[in-house]
């Protein structure tokens, strides 16, 4: 079975400084992991993906995120939070490994971003 | 402009009354899938299609019915709703190869809240 935990629910951060919205996960074999951003009212977008190769990867709208497989985390990041970064944030794995497997997501997070 | 598209967007409905979510994408892709989102439970995949013809359950499919009988379409059916399916449901799509490589990423549709009294 794989799983997907988020353990906070909500993340204030102040306009400005650096933000990081936490996830581990639980998958057998090598993972593909993803964050994807909910806005109010609307379907989840895309933001990045970590595939192979470099731990480190870029995403939209200047969101990066990393990969340790040490600690089977995958936290999203960005050096200066903006108030329209408020949104729903979810982490997904997915199963490395012929096919396409199941993907399954976190809880999600909440991350508020006060000017 | 490439797209998932669902309807209704909004639904109130009663107990067992028979019906149907679409959802079409017009991006080609083979792999489709359901998920409906609630509180504190993140999204929850309901059932999934490979492919025309193909489909599997996901983790919650008790109470749906789906079909794939064409590429681009992926209703998610509601034959005798109750109020414990009451959500917020999201249809989704995926390219299963694009240049060799495993994309992988889902692009969603704008979602569909159901109400079932």
């Known amino acids: 079975a794989q799983s997907v935990a988020q353990p906070e629910d909500q993340v204030n951060v102040a306009e400005g400084n650096p933000l990081t919205v936490k996830c581990t996960y639980s998958?057998?074999?090598?993972?593909?992991l993803f964050w994807y951003v909910q806005y109010p009212n609307r379907g989840l977008q895309f933001l990045l993906k970590y595939i192979t190769g470099d731990n480190l990867v870029k995403g939209s709208y200047g969101f990066e995120a990393e990969f340790n497989k040490s600690q089977t985390s995958f936290h999203l990041k960005k050096p200066s939070a903006l108030v329209s970064d408020s949104a729903l944030y979810f982490c997904?794995?997915?199963?490395?490994?012929?096919?396409?497997?199941?993907?399954?997501f976190g809880t999600g997070t909440k991350l508020q971003v006060i000017p | 402009e490439a797209q998932v598209t669902q309807n209704p967007r909004y639904l109130i409905t009663v107990t067992g009354k028979k019906l149907t979510v679409t959802c079409s994408q017009n991006?080609?892709?083979?792999?489709m899938s359901w998920y409906r989102q609630d509180p504190g439970l993140g999204l929850r995949q309901i059932y999934y299609s490979m492919n025309v013809e193909v489909t599997d359950k996901g983790d919650v499919p008790e109470g749906y019915k789906v079909s794939r009988k064409e590429k681009r379409n992926f209703p998610l059916i509601l034959e005798s709703p109750s109020p414990n399916q009451t959500s917020l449901y999201f249809c989704?799509?995926?390219?299963?190869?694009?240049?060799?490589?495993?994309?992988?990423?889902?692009?969603f549709g704008e979602g569909s809240r159901l109400t079932v009294l």
């Open positions: 991006m080609n892709h083979e792999y």
């Open positions: 997904a794995v997915r199963r490395n490994s012929g096919g396409y497997q199941k993907v399954t």
């Open positions: 989704a799509s995926s390219s299963v190869r694009a240049g060799g490589m495993y994309t992988g990423e889902l692009f």
């Open positions: 998958v057998s074999g090598n993972p593909y």
